[in-house]
């Protein structure tokens, strides 16, 4: 505890320390690795690298660290997703990962020098997503992040796929080459190997997430009748899951709702895509190590694949409507924007997720900004509860509920509070 509340009362401190000399997290400092979310973004990331690229079976042994060998890859433009994931079926992970990649696209010109196969991936990242492949759905939240499809087995090939698309994506990280690739915050859960809460379930099923809410915030005894079963819905044929054992004959009550919340939204956002999942994991840790890629968390995860994103706040301000009495000459909105300013570009981003339940900024700017069915700006809600209260966010209708504070200060060191530690979009007393 002692370790703790130093390392979080210092971390300034100790950041400014560890981006001065990198080297000191592979030694005196190494303790902080234990620690991650002391570590700001872009020093988890170096030591990421460092570990990454350093291979520790030749430093054992004295010998000096083979180059990696150049992998040719060959595709047609219109096939690159079967091509490529043809010629990537017979490499182990350790080969993917120091290969240095050569691609080739048939029938053009052009020699590889970088470009080639920052275009290569780019393909493969619109490709993962083609609904021909129906291995990814769209999110609720607008549209722009993606889960796996727990209907994919109408592919007969979707876990081999899977598999591929883990090996991509972790590729893509060791080479450091960004994808225009975002995934819901509990699909990252699942990467990093964290338990999703019902929660998550707002970017998948707003209107569902909305019930168990209400479940949980209210008394059910005489309103709420179901059981501990699921009913899915397969393509038309209809079956019922247990939740627990012959769940079909167990009420939900004031008792026990709290689990069957929690047992119906494992049901949705983990059994039902368990398959997809491990087998998407089984080729992302061939590539990445597992105890590596833990020091992220779901929002730091997101701008490693996906990268930083380029913000202009001016554009975001000019797109941001104000409801609950706010409006923009508020004293809370001013600060608001004066504190958005202050934020680096890492700030900026995980506010941008925290309340989108992305980072991404549509290429024509904030007007365009998707919410749960169509164009929804950026919105911010007065909230009239305690000004002791951190700010809340409502992904699907890109809302942040901004408390009353009294004090630029007061409103900045909140916000920054809300988006380092609540990944999940919602504050706390």
């Known amino acids: 505890a002692y370790f703790q509340n130093f390392t979080e009362k210092h971390k300034k401190v100790l950041n400014t320390l560890v981006r001065n000399n990198p080297g000191l997290l592979s030694g005196s400092f190494s303790l902080l690795v234990f620690n991650p979310h002391v570590l700001d973004f872009d020093n988890k990331r170096s030591y990421f690298y460092q570990r990454l690229h350093d291979d520790s079976s030749t430093r054992r042994t004295g010998a000096a660290r083979p180059l990696g060998h150049m992998m040719q890859v060959s595709v047609r433009r219109r096939t690159v997703f079967e091509d490529s994931y043809h010629q990537f079926a017979g490499k182990s992970g350790d080969e993917i990962r120091r290969a240095r990649i050569n691609v080739k696209f048939r029938d053009e010109e052009g020699v590889d020098a970088g470009g080639v196969s920052r275009e290569w991936f780019q393909a493969l990242a619109r490709q993962m997503f083609n609904p021909d492949y129906a291995l990814f759905k769209p999110s609720a939240a607008g549209r722009v992040t993606y889960q796996p499809n727990p209907q994919s087995w109408a592919n007969p090939e979707h876990l081999l796929y899977f598999r591929f698309v883990g090996r991509i994506i972790g590729k893509a990280i060791v080479d450091q080459r960004v994808l225009d690739a975002y995934f819901t915050r509990s699909f990252y859960k699942h990467i990093l190997g964290r338990k999703v809460d019902y929660r998550d379930m707002e970017a998948i099923d707003p209107s569902y997430y909305k019930s168990l809410e209400w479940i949980l915030e209210n008394d059910i005894t005489d309103v709420f009748e179901e059981t501990f079963s699921f009913e899915v819905d397969d393509f038309g044929q209809h079956r019922v899951i247990d939740l627990i054992p012959n769940g079909h004959d167990v009420l939900v009550t004031e008792e026990n709702k709290a689990e069957y919340v929690r047992l119906v939204t494992e049901q949705?956002?983990?059994?039902?895509?368990?398959?997809?999942?491990?087998?998407?994991?089984?080729?992302?840790?061939?590539?990445?190590?597992?105890?590596?890629?833990?020091?992220?968390?779901?929002?730091?995860?997101?701008?490693?694949?996906?990268?930083?994103?380029?913000?202009?706040?001016?554009?975001?301000?000019?797109?941001?409507?104000?409801?609950?009495?706010?409006?923009?000459?508020?004293?809370?909105?001013?600060?608001?924007w004066r504190a958005v300013r202050s934020y680096d570009q890492e700030e900026r981003a995980k506010l941008l997720q925290f309340v989108t339940g992305t980072s991404k900024v549509p290429l024509e700017g904030f007007a365009h900004l998707q919410g749960n069915q169509s164009v929804q700006k950026f919105q911010i809600h007065k909230d009239f509860a305690s000004p002791t209260r951190l700010p809340t966010a409502h992904t699907c209708f890109n809302q942040l509920d901004l408390p009353l504070y009294d004090s630029f200060e007061t409103l900045k060191a909140n916000l920054l509070l809300a988006i380092s530690e609540c990944s999940t979009g919602f504050g706390f007393v």
């Open 268 to 336: 949705r956002l983990y059994r039902a895509i368990k398959d997809q999942i491990n087998a998407f994991l089984g080729g992302f840790l061939d590539v990445i190590p597992k105890d590596l890629i833990q020091i992220f968390n779901e929002q730091e995860l997101e701008l490693l694949i996906s990268g930083m994103p380029d913000i202009d706040v001016d554009d975001w301000r000019n797109n941001t409507e104000y409801h609950g009495g706010y409006n923009s000459s508020s004293a809370q909105i001013q600060w608001f």
